[in-house]
């Protein structure tokens, strides 16, 4: 159990497109879900944290307006780029954690790979 | 949450037991270690946490020593398909994100 999915795995688009990722748990609940990003070489950012039924809470010098999530269900959170540009291409990956449980893993999906024109 | 100190690479030999060391000198009491790995250009892989017992599961075990300042994950069989770099995070409990660091980059060799 604990599976993740996120789709798509690649886009690719031109510069100025939205851009939406989704990120569901198939087989648990997750009341909170995180979104990270990786640049090349690079480890694993933290962006947001995602709860579902209220706003995302965002990391420092993460852009709020710019990186719109969505958690509307237990089981689905978005997150949508906004006018992307080049400097916006990188691996997006997200992560779910399983309703009621406390010191339990996250579990990830398997990342979207944005490439922005 | 606390930091930890990983090797930046490790090579091991197919077949042998891998054993990753990390430094986490400045654990807090509620702080639990977990350990995720992350084959390239893929999600990380969760593989195993602990508080302060030795714990073993299907992929590996880990043992944290008892001051609780260190631990090492244990692949006991290592295969070609353990490439990867191996990230020990230590986090307190409810639902924060993590901070990966560097990890370890570890290189099975044939």
């Known amino acids: 159990g604990a599976v993740v999915s996120q789709h798509p795995s690649w886009v690719i688009c031109k510069s100025g497109t939205s851009v939406k990722i989704e990120c569901r748990s198939l087989?648990?609940?997750?009341?909170?879900m995180f979104w990270y990003r990786q640049f090349p070489k690079q480890s694993l950012m933290l962006m947001a944290t995602s709860n579902e039924g209220s706003k995302a809470t965002y990391e420092q010098g993460v852009e709020k307006d710019k990186f719109l999530i969505n958690h509307a269900s237990l089981t689905l959170s978005t997150l949508t780029v906004t006018s992307a540009h080049p400097e916006d291409s990188s691996f997006y990956i997200c992560?779910?954690?399983?309703?009621?449980?406390?010191?339990?893993?996250?579990?990830f999906g398997d990342g979207t790979r944005l490439s922005i024109l | 949450d606390a930091k930890t100190t990983q090797p930046t690479s490790m090579d091991c030999a197919e077949g042998r037991a891998a054993n990753l060391p990390c430094n986490h000198s400045?654990?807090?009491?509620?702080?639990?270690v977990y350990w995720y790995r992350q084959i390239h250009s893929q999600g990380p892989q969760y593989i195993i946490h602990g508080l302060k017992n030795n714990e073993t599961n299907e992929m590996a075990s880990l043992i944290i020593t008892e001051d609780r300042k260190s631990s090492t994950l244990i692949l006991p069989h290592a295969t070609l398909r353990d490439t990867a770099v191996y990230y020990c995070i230590v986090l307190g409990g409810g639902a924060d994100g993590l901070t990966f660091g560097k990890g370890t980059h570890l290189i099975i060799q044939p």
């Open positions: 400045t654990i807090s009491g509620n702080e639990y």
């Open positions: 087989d648990f609940q997750a009341t909170t």
């Open positions: 992560s779910a954690l399983r309703t009621g449980s406390s010191h339990q893993p996250q579990h």
